[in-house]
Every structure is written in structure tokens, then in C-alpha cells.
């Protein structure tokens, strides 16, 4: 029996991601207790990429909860696989946005946070410190005017972002830079389609 | 209402003592799946799925009905019968029937019923005293004298006569969901998933001690709780509600994309923003009385005093409207900003509203 252990406990270290992710990130999942950046400018699809991460683990049975997106189109992230079901949104934070996500760090696996107002270094130490103790993932959805204070995990840098179109927007190619700490330092950059013409994220 | 197709499966409403039946409607919901993700359990021998997703991947509602017999065919080696209607409770006699209610009959179809249909015995053999003998008659009471002479019971299923609740009392099992997953739970074994038919596990209750700290901070609308709802085919359908609170109705007052196909903008804004479209001769772009732009807009002028160049827009898409709501124009636009944003637009009421940013 004892032999399993270090089997499971290798697997339960890492939150699920489907594809295109698993082959973006490394280890294809997000390791319990890591931050991750998404940074982009607003509108090129750094929130529809952060949601996307979502999908998986919320379809697969993990709580997820969403801070700081005021208005989230919810036919979307549906249509981007996460399951609604076991999602928490807190659209409206306000001052006590750190609080909230603080509060939701205990309860859930994956917090995706759009900061309302510029992050703090204190705010952000402390917010990666409970991410750490209680073994979960912190999503900071960052753009260049306020961006992450401190290094973090990995980071999914959104450089370049195109629509395709017919008779209506059709698809979006988006680049990502992906980078971080240890091994995903060396990521280079990646396209993924996110919208799909179904709404999905596929790798190009 | 959505249009839903419901299937009958009458050798299933019998549950057989050896566990097979709930056995049969997993292997049936899981093929289903493939059609339609959101297909729902409804009682043994009854699921239903909305029509309107799978009938325009599939081409059309024939294609659906003929892929859904070939499937429960394949799987359960029995006939289906089918049927659709708005609401559950008329796809339910619209499958043991095996009629398509066109869209927008559901009303007369539902009025045209046996009172018997709404379930009732007493109801049905008073209803024959008083010359009540169809469903119709019965909807053409006035509520207040149904109030006066019959019970609770009779009073809730006067409003499903009334199209005002779409199921009667009783109709949907509401344990069949937990008793699927226990049966699957046999099948599969060590899979971790939990909550998929409502039951609650460890992490969800951790889940929802988070909420209630993050609810006790904010205050009652604090934390929110994302459905879509009725068939749960996406536009129209996304709804948010307090965590905590039960769920309401729908209101139909936000605008929404409609028929819009493609990819649904992952910002979509509760409380639409007021916007201005410009030509290039900085003239006011407006919707024509025939569903067309009266010129092609180059420029987004948002109220605060920021404009920004459109390169690209496609639409206008006039909203189909809807029989059972009070007529509403509207028409949706995208549009592509320089910088790269694209965005949705819907016209409405004389104006140009901001209603989804696709980020």
C-alpha cells in the first residue's frame, strides 16, 4: 500500500487542464500551491484565457471561483467547457477584493482574480502565501498598466491576438508567451484558436 | 419557452427490481450526451433535451429525431417515442402522443388537451360537472374563482393550464439524479467526480463554507451563482442569482444575443452601455425601419467621451421575436475595433447599446 502513495499524491498535485493547455503548461496541469499570471491587453482575450482554464477542472468535480470580473458571459465560459455548476463568481469585490479571494483560496481549487485596483506587493505575498499553504491555484488575470508585483509560477504573456471573420467573427488566433519559474521558463511562444467557431479553445 | 424534444420510453417506467433499468437510462443519457450535452433526466421512461442546439448542428429537427431513434435503437434495442413542445409539461404529451408541436402552437396544442392530462382526478370529474372537459376550459376560469372554489393543489395546476408554469407539480423526480449517480457509482469504480447529479461531496461543502464567509464580507449579493437556464441552450439563457437565494425566473429585460451564431462574448454585460456608432462622415449610423444600417459605422463613440475606430463590423442580426413575450425589436452587430477588441452591439429601442465584449 504504501508504495501507492507517492503515486497519488503526484497525480493530486496538479489541478487538470484539457487541451490546448496540457501541452502548453508544464506537467500538463496546474501544481497545487502555484500562481499563474495571464497578462494581456484588455479586449485581445486575456479573460477568455483564464477561463478557459477553468473548464477542466471544474468538469472534472473542482470548486472554482471567479473574482473580479464584473459582468462574466456565462454562454461562453459554458461553451469553453466550464462546468457553471461548480463555479463561485464574486463580480463586484470592491475594496475587499484581496479578502474575498483570500476567503475563496480556502474553499476552492482554482481562483481566477481580475485585480479591481493595482495589487499591492503586501496583497500579493500574502495571496500567494495562502495559495501555497492550502495547496490551490491563484489565476491573476493582469494588463500592463497594472501588472503582477511580484514573480510568480508561470505566466501566460497574451502578445498577439487575431480574428478571423466570414459573415461574423468566426475565430480568434491568440499568441501566448508562456513563462515562469523552473521549467516553464523555457515555454516559448504558443497560438491557440480561443474563441473557436463553437466557442472552444483548440490549439492551432 | 424552449422548445424541448422530450423521449418516451415506456418499457423504462417500470423499474425492474434487478437494477437494470437505471442501468439503461445511463447508457442512454451518456449516448445522448454525444447529441446534446444538456440532456436531462426527467423521471423514468422521460428525458427531454432542448431542440434548438442540436437542430442547428445537425440541420434541422428531422435530422435530430432520426439520429435520436438510430441512437436509443443502437443502445437499448427499443423504439422511441418522440415528441416536442414548449415547456415540460406539453413535450411530455407531445412524446407519449409522438407529435411535433410546431414552434409557437405549444399554447393551442396545451389548451387542446384532455383536462384528464393535467393529472387530477378530482379535478377531471369536477371539471366534467361543470363542462370543463379540455384544458382550455379550464385555463378560461378566472383565477380568482378557482382560488375561491378548489384547493392549493388545483390552484398551481390552473396556472400550468394557463401556460404561466411550464411542469406540473410532480412531473420531474427530483431524486432520479442522485439515484443515477449511485448507479453509476457501481459501474465506475474509484471516479472522482462528484456533485454531476446533485449529490454533495467533501469538496463541495468546502466550497460552500468559502461562499458563505465571502457572502458574510459582501454582503447578500456578494457571491453569485451562474445557470442557464430552462433548456439551457446558451444565448438567452445565462442567468445570475445570489449564492444562496433560489433560483429565479428569467427576466427578460436585458438584451441578449438571440440568433446570433459563433462564439458568445465572454464579457456580457448585465446592464448594457449606452454607446453612439459615427459613419466617416461623423454622421449618427442608425437601424433602418428594414433591418439595415443607414451607413456603415467607422467609428465607436463611447459615452464617456472616448472614440475609437472600427475596422471591421458584420450584422446587423434583427432579433426574432418571440411569441410569448411583448414584441421587441432589436438587432445585433459585431464590430472590431483597430486595437483588436471586438465587441457586440444591439440596437434597441432608437439607440446603441454595448452588450458584450469578446476579451
Not at chain 1, 163 to 170: C, E, G, H, K
Not at chain 2, 33 to 59: D, I, T, Y
Not at chain 2, 155 to 168: D, K, M, S, Y
Not at chain 2, 200 to 210: T, V
Request: with cysteine.
Amino acid at each position: 500500500m504504501a508504495s501507492l502513495r507517492p503515486v497519488a499524491l503526484a497525480k493530486t498535485r496538479l489541478v487538470p487542464l484539457a487541451e490546448p493547455w496540457t501541452s502548453l503548461v508544464p506537467g500538463g496541469g496546474l501544481r497545487r500551491g502555484s500562481t499563474v499570471t495571464v497578462h494581456a491587453r484588455p479586449g485581445l482575450g486575456g479573460l477568455s484565457v483564464a477561463l478557459s482554464l477553468l473548464g477542466e477542472a471544474s468538469a472534472q468535480g473542482h470548486w472554482v471561483a471567479v473574482v473580479g470580473v464584473d459582468d462574466p458571459g456565462v454562454v461562453a465560459m459554458s461553451d469553453l467547457g466550464v462546468d457553471l455548476r461548480r463555479v463561485l463568481f464574486v463580480p463586484r469585490p470592491r475594496g475587499a477584493w484581496a479578502e474575498a479571494t483570500a476567503d475563496l483560496l480556502d474553499g476552492v481549487d482554482i481562483v481566477v482574480l481580475r485585480p479591481p485596483s493595482r495589487c499591492s506587493h503586501g496583497a500579493a505575498r500574502k495571496l500567494m502565501d495562502r495559495v501555497r499553504e492550502r495547496g490551490t491555484v491563484l489565476i491573476a488575470l493582469t494588463e500592463p498598466s497594472a501588472a503582477w508585483p511580484l514573480p510568480v509560477d508561470l505566466t501566460l504573456h497574451l502578445t498577439a491576438s487575431r480574428w478571423t471573420m466570414s459573415s461574423r467573427l468566426d475565430a480568434r488566433y491568440v499568441t501566448l508567451r508562456v513563462g515562469g519559474r523552473g521549467e516553464a521558463a523555457r515555454r516559448g511562444e504558443h497560438v491557440v484558436m480561443l474563441p473557436d467557431v463553437r466557442g472552444r479553445a483548440v490549439a492551432r | 419557452m424552449e422548445r424541448l424534444l422530450a423521449l418516451w420510453l415506456e418499457p423504462l417506467c417500470e423499474e425492474r427490481p434487478d437494477g437494470s433499468t437505471l442501468h439503461d437510462h445511463l447508457r442512454l443519457l451518456d449516448a445522448l450526451a454525444s447529441l446534446c450535452p444538456f440532456v436531462e433526466p426527467v423521471r423514468l421512461g422521460l428525458c427531454v433535451l432542448p431542440l434548438r442546439g442540436p437542430s442547428r448542428f445537425f440541420g434541422g429537427d428531422e435530422a435530430v429525431f432520426a439520429a435520436v431513434r438510430a441512437l436509443v435503437r443502437d443502445v437499448l434495442d427499443l423504439d422511441v417515442s418522440l415528441g416536442v413542445g414548449e415547456g415540460l409539461f406539453c413535450a411530455e404529451l407531445a412524446a407519449r402522443q409522438g407529435v411535433v408541436v410546431p414552434a409557437g402552437a405549444s399554447t393551442q396544442f396545451r389548451r387542446q388537451q384532455p383536462l384528464a392530462a393535467l393529472g387530477h382526478k378530482e379535478l377531471t370529474t369536477t371539471g366534467k360537472r361543470l363542462g370543463l372537459y379540455r384544458v382550455g376550459d379550464f385555463a378560461d376560469l378566472d383565477p380568482a374563482r378557482v382560488a375561491e372554489r378548489f384547493s392549493a393543489t388545483v390552484r398551481v395546476l390552473h396556472r400550468v393550464a394557463r401556460g404561466e408554469i411550464a411542469e406540473l407539480p410532480g412531473q420531474r423526480d427530483t431524486r432520479l439524479g442522485a439515484r443515477l449517480r449511485g448507479a453509476r457509482g457501481e459501474d465506475a469504480v474509484g471516479e472522482e467526480q462528484t456533485g454531476f447529479f446533485g449529490q454533495r461531496s467533501a469538496g463541495d461543502e468546502r466550497a460552500q463554507a468559502a461562499a458563505h464567509r465571502v457572502r458574510h464580507r459582501l454582503g447578500p449579493d456578494g457571491v453569485v451563482v451562474a445557470r442557464l437556464r430552462g433548456g439551457r441552450v446558451p444565448e438567452d439563457r445565462a442567468t445570475l442569482t445570489p449564492w444562496g437565494s433560489p433560483v429565479k425566473e428569467l427576466r427578460d429585460d436585458a438584451p441578449w444575443p438571440g440568433r446570433l451564431v459563433g462564439p458568445s462574448p465572454i464579457t456580457s454585460l448585465h446592464q448594457p452601455v449606452a454607446v453612439e456608432l459615427r459613419d466617416a462622415s461623423n454622421e449618427v449610423v442608425r437601424m433602418g425601419a428594414r433591418g439595415s444600417l443607414s451607413a456603415a459605422p467607422t467609428s465607436l463613440l463611447l459615452l464617456r467621451g472616448s472614440r475609437r475606430a472600427i475596422s471591421w463590423f458584420a450584422g446587423p442580426w434583427p432579433q426574432v421575436e418571440r411569441w410569448w413575450a411583448a414584441p421587441r425589436r432589436r438587432a445585433h452587430l459585431q464590430i472590431l475595433l483597430d486595437g483588436g477588441e471586438a465587441m457586440l452591439l444591439c440596437a434597441e429601442a432608437g439607440r446603441w447599446w454595448l452588450v458584450g465584449i469578446y476579451d
